[in-house]
């Protein structure tokens, strides 16, 4: 299946990405268009929208980012991935930071591989086992609890 999103990935259009590969749909495609454009791509690839500033039914709703409403969507229960959400939730909406203590430090990640790479493709390549790692430690976090 395809997906499409806005260009230049951040928090929440890198986790969106991992999630779903990991997740949902292995051998997705994702496509990155213009944040005015997303829409219209969508429908002309038959592609899903997610991340698209509130116009995809996967996106930022209720309080939720979009990996928050990936994980409602596809009714994934997993309590690592929702442990997980509260990370990304946090380090995506800026007057949450606070909320998780790791949310820093997975925003200036986000915002230093934007810097070193321009390539939407190549960040989510580079980017995915910060997920993997992320992933870990909540699995960990959750077991020692």
């Given at each position: 299946?395809?997906?499409?999103?806005?260009?230049?990935?951040?928090?929440?259009?890198?986790?969106?990405?991992?999630l779903?590969?990991?997740?949902?749909?292995?051998?997705?495609?994702?496509?990155?268009?213009?944040?005015?454009?997303?829409?219209?791509?969508?429908?002309?690839?038959?592609?899903?929208?997610?991340?698209?500033?509130?116009?995809?039914?996967?996106?930022?709703?209720?309080?939720?980012?979009?990996?928050?409403?990936?994980?409602?969507?596809?009714?994934?229960?997993?309590?690592?991935?929702h442990?997980?959400?509260?990370?990304?939730?946090?380090?995506?909406?800026?007057?949450?930071?606070?909320?998780?203590?790791?949310?820093?430090?997975?925003?200036?990640?986000?915002?230093g591989?934007?810097?070193?790479?321009?390539?939407?493709?190549?960040?989510?390549?580079?980017?995915?086992?910060?997920?993997?790692?992320?992933?870990?430690?909540?699995?960990?976090?959750?077991?020692?609890?």
């Open positions: 299946m395809k997906w499409v999103t806005r260009e230049h990935v951040h928090v929440d259009r890198v986790a969106c990405p991992w779903i590969k990991k997740f949902i749909d292995p051998a997705a495609e994702f496509i990155f268009a213009p944040a005015d454009t997303v829409m219209d791509v969508a429908r002309r690839e038959g592609a899903i929208p997610f991340d698209a500033r509130g116009q995809a039914e996967l996106d930022h709703h209720e309080g939720r980012c979009s990996f928050e409403s990936i994980i409602k969507k596809y009714g994934l229960t997993d309590p690592v991935l442990e997980l959400a509260k990370i990304v939730h946090a380090a995506d909406v800026a007057q949450d930071r606070g909320m998780a203590p790791e949310a820093a430090g997975l925003e200036a990640i986000a915002r591989f934007g810097l070193i790479f321009s390539d939407d493709c190549e960040i989510l390549d580079k980017q995915f086992p910060v997920y993997d790692a992320l992933y870990a430690y909540c699995r960990a976090r959750i077991s020692q609890d």
